[in-house]
């Protein structure tokens, strides 16, 4: 492991004691929250329980769901809008201003037209995960170089043929970017969502935990994301 | 030209939202005109500007907290190079933790009602403050530090002089992300465990179904959040330009 590897799991280790020593010593009161080797034993406790094997396997598939749904409709939209400059040049103050829309005030919306079922949650965090799959996708096809551009041209390759063969190709490492993203954002998306109104989940079961006062149950939620 | 395309845009986004409104009715969606006649009642109503109010105050608070503190931690990982590698990804971990399961223990930290506001505004802003302070220290040129040697500036004159105006857009860009995350965090903030506020009006909306209520805060929100953008934006291009 390289020097900064190890000096970070010193830093998290040292962290996560001193949270301990805290959270023991009363310092942090129990009411707050329990100390992490409660946290860890009551995972365990509940996760050889089953008793959350449901929700969480509902969280996850939603989330799966979003991740790809997103990953493919980004790459497809960022490709076409590339080769639209017009499109591009007007759509482009809404891709600025997106994230700054609280995507969870249109809830009630996506639920009259997915239904009550897991759809609206998937759409929350599909569309939260959407636009960092596009921007990305864009960015990276922005920067393919004109050379390789020119040999393509070169090689008679078509439109397509050169989006595939050479752009995207090019445009990867970029594009994987976004879909770190993407993750990360149909994660917060789809438990978000299920935070705000639902009756199954993960997302669900940390409201309904904290609505009765039970930590535990709550940090083990967590910390299965 | 250049105002036709945000027209255009606007255009657009009226376009749709009418169609959409033809196609799933009034129980999910009031149409443009009347949304847009809704908020104005709103707005002349003397009981809704306390909410405001109260949104913009914690927004404020929580957008400094989050400047100030994302700045910070930024330009100490950028600078220091081994720091930096530690601390990273630790940084891009916390980032993509989903902070609404955070919500109840800042809740209990905090206390309830606008410190709990102002707490959950910042955590979501600070992150990609430093994160975009922190590359752009991290890709200065080096040419840049060592012009300042050459001309044998002290620290604080080549980080006033050189350091800082060549870091500048891309601390703009990280403070227009913060910006919207916090003002996003300041709302969920609001819809859970308060009493006032736009983002309580929108939940409270929610429970009872008041579609007029729920699109008009909406609107006021994408208004204030798309112009102060635009703002930011400006002055992004115009720093770019500048560089």
């Known amino acids: ?225 | 030209m250049k105002w036709r395309d945000p027209l255009a845009l606007i255009a657009i986004l009226l376009l749709l939202w009418q169609a959409m409104y033809w196609v799933v009715g009034d129980v999910a969606l009031t149409s443009p005109v009347s949304t847009f006649r809704s908020l104005a009642v709103m707005l002349a109503d003397p009981r809704f500007w306390p909410h405001v109010n109260e949104t913009l105050l914690a927004f404020a608070q929580g957008f400094a907290i989050a400047v100030v503190i994302g700045l910070g931690i930024g330009f100490l990982l950028g600078a220091h190079s081994m720091t930096g590698e530690v601390g990273e990804p630790i940084l891009v971990a916390l980032y993509s933790i989903p902070k609404v399961t955070l919500y109840p223990i800042i809740l209990l930290i905090v206390g309830i009602g606008m410190p709990a506001k102002v707490a959950f505004g910042a955590i979501q802003g600070i992150v990609p403050i430093a994160l975009f302070a922190m590359n752009s220290i991290r890709n200065l040129n080096p040419v840049f530090a060592r012009t300042g040697r050459v001309l044998r500036l002290s620290p604080l004159a080549s980080a006033q002089r050189i350091l800082l105006p060549a870091a500048l857009p891309e601390i703009v860009a990280g403070i227009r992300v913060g910006f919207s995350l916090t003002l996003v965090g300041t709302l969920l903030g609001e819809m859970f465990g308060s009493q006032r506020g736009l983002g309580y009006l929108l939940i409270q909306a929610m429970n009872l179904h008041n579609m007029r209520t729920i699109m008009s805060v909406t609107l006021l929100l994408v208004i204030f959040a798309a112009s102060v953008n635009a703002v930011l934006l400006a002055i992004d291009r115009r720093l770019r330009a500048r560089a």
């Open chain 1, 1 to 225: 492991m390289k020097r900064a590897g190890i000096i970070r799991m010193v830093v998290i280790l040292v962290a996560v004691g001193a949270l301990e020593f805290l959270c023991r010593t009363g310092v942090i009161s129990s009411f707050v929250m329990p100390a992490p080797s409660t946290i860890i034993y009551s995972t365990v406790q509940i996760l050889a329980s089953g008793r959350f094997a449901a929700d969480i396997w509902v969280t996850l598939r939603n989330v799966c769901i979003s991740i790809v749904a997103a990953m493919v409709s980004g790459v497809i939209v960022g490709t076409i809008l590339h080769r639209l400059p017009t499109a591009r040049r007007i759509l482009d103050p809404l891709f600025a201003t997106y994230y700054a829309i609280p995507v969870y005030a249109f809830y009630p919306l996506l639920m009259v037209i997915f239904g009550l079922g897991d759809l609206p949650q998937i759409a929350v965090g599909f569309l939260l995960a959407l636009m960092a799959v596009i921007i990305n996708t864009l960015n990276g096809l922005d920067r393919v170089p004109r050379v390789l551009v020119k040999v393509a041209r070169m090689h008679r390759l078509s439109g397509w043929a050169m989006d595939r063969k050479v752009r995207l190709p090019f445009a990867a490492p970029y594009v994987f970017t976004g879909f770190k993203l993407c993750v990360a954002y149909s994660f917060v998306g789809v438990i978000g969502a299920e935070f705000i109104t639902s009756s199954r989940g993960i997302g669900y079961e940390i409201s309904y935990a904290y609505n009765n006062f039970d930590r535990e149950r709550r940090l083990l939620a967590r910390r299965r994301t």
